[in-house]
């Protein structure tokens, strides 16, 4: 390509980045004055609720309607994902908590889910964020829940027990995992590997081939993995991008998860309800009485009223020895007629029912 042809080119993009500057600010101020009719049309002693998870979960999938390419739609919802959360960062900055340290895959999910316009605070754990949420020190804290290798995240359901907690969100996120080291480790002197619990159970069949004899440690997280290694010379973690960049560590070896499609799903908690989109999830706590054919009589509502079951995961119920509950999730939302009667037929066979909160399905 000749220079002048890259020049011409060069003078168009500035002229379209020009445009599209234009057209970035014009719906910047479109959302200061979705402000300001949100703030004037408040009841008295109303809250205004700025984030509207439902609405934004609409634009994205517009986005991704419409999008014709070359851009991939995750790769454009991505670009509208941030320019929606520093619009709404014009209205009112979202306080969000996450299972830190900083560098999680947590930190990622919330990232992913609100874009980056947030105030973050890292929490020690599970248990923390949801304090930290119902103390109402921030908007949302983001959680993980499951893991499509090693299931449940048992923290986090039973936080479910303890907490009153709305469910306003999910996010899925492609986990790859790294064996790191630091600049001082000797590679070949390797006596301990830290992670997480569920990260060395998402790599044990690629430690017990590549490293059989060395020491496992589980630590509270991966990015607390990662730092440890920095300071010791016998030691390597297993940790995900994030925490490799804030740690400067090197990659000894990469996407070492035994399952290629390994995924981790979070949640958002918080305390306001979101409306119905047409294309939401439902997630429940339901416990039963300790009877012959309780969990078929749980069941049979969903099945008769044709309603996706997504997930379904029993945990005890910390009220009675050998008593339990089950947390459901399924395709709907609590408002639609068909999921309103369903769980008015479950709460009369119930011990107890609650709506945990019902959401938009994940649009990234
Ligand atoms: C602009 C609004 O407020 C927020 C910002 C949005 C946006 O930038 O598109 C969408 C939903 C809200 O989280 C709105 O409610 O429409």
């Not at 479109?30 to 004037?40: D, G, I, P, S, T």
């Not at 619009?87 to 919330?110: D, H, R, W």
């Not at 609100?114 to 804290?141: L, Q, T, Y």
């Not at 936080?159 to 064996?179: A, N, P, Y």
């Amino acid at each position: 390509m000749s220079e002048q042809e890259l020049k011409a080119l060069r003078v168009r993009i500035d002229s379209l980045d020009e445009k599209v500057l234009e057209l970035i600010s014009e719906r910047a101020r479109c959302a200061q004055e979705v402000a300001r009719v949100k703030m004037a049309s408040l009841a008295e002693g109303e809250v205004p609720v700025f984030y509207r998870p439902e609405r934004e979960a609409q634009v994205l999938k517009r986005v991704m309607e419409r999008n014709r390419g070359p851009l991939g739609n995750e790769e454009m919802a991505r670009l509208f994902r941030e320019i929606m959360s520093s619009c709404l960062a014009l209205e009112q900055p979202l306080k969000v908590a996450y299972l830190g340290p900083e560098g999680t895959f947590t930190q990622a999910a919330a990232m992913k889910h609100f874009g980056h316009a947030v105030i973050s605070k890292p929490m020690a754990a599970i248990d923390e964020v949801f304090r930290e949420v119902a103390a109402g020190a921030v908007n949302f804290g983001v959680v993980p829940v499951e893991n499509s290798t090693e299931g449940a995240v048992n923290h986090t359901l039973d936080s479910f027990l303890e907490h009153d907690m709305v469910i306003c969100g999910e996010v899925e996120l492609r986990i790859h995992h790294h064996l790191l080291v630091g600049e001082n480790t000797k590679t070949d002197s390797i006596s301990r590997i830290y992670s997480h619990a569920q990260s060395l159970a998402q790599c044990r069949k690629w430690l017990d081939a590549h490293y059989p004899n060395v020491e496992r440690v589980a630590v509270s997280s991966n990015a607390e993995a990662a730092k440890r290694v920095k300071g010791e010379w016998n030691s390597a973690a297993i940790a995900g991008d994030m925490a490799a960049g804030l740690y400067g560590l090197t990659r000894l070896a990469e996407k070492i998860e035994d399952r290629p499609d390994n995924s981790t799903r979070f949640l958002m908690i918080g305390s306001q309800e979101v409306p119905p989109t047409g294309d939401d999830k439902t997630s429940i706590i339901v416990s039963m009485s300790n009877k012959p054919g309780a969990l078929h009589e749980l069941l049979v509502p969903f099945h008769d009223n044709g309603i996706d079951l997504t997930r379904i995961e029993t945990r005890p119920s910390r009220s009675g020895k050998w008593t339990y509950v089950f947390f459901i999730d399924f395709i709907g939302h609590h408002r639609d007629p068909l999921v309103k009667g369903v769980l008015e037929k479950i709460s009369q066979e119930a011990v107890a029912l609650k709506v945990l909160g019902s959401y938009p399905k994940a649009v990234l």
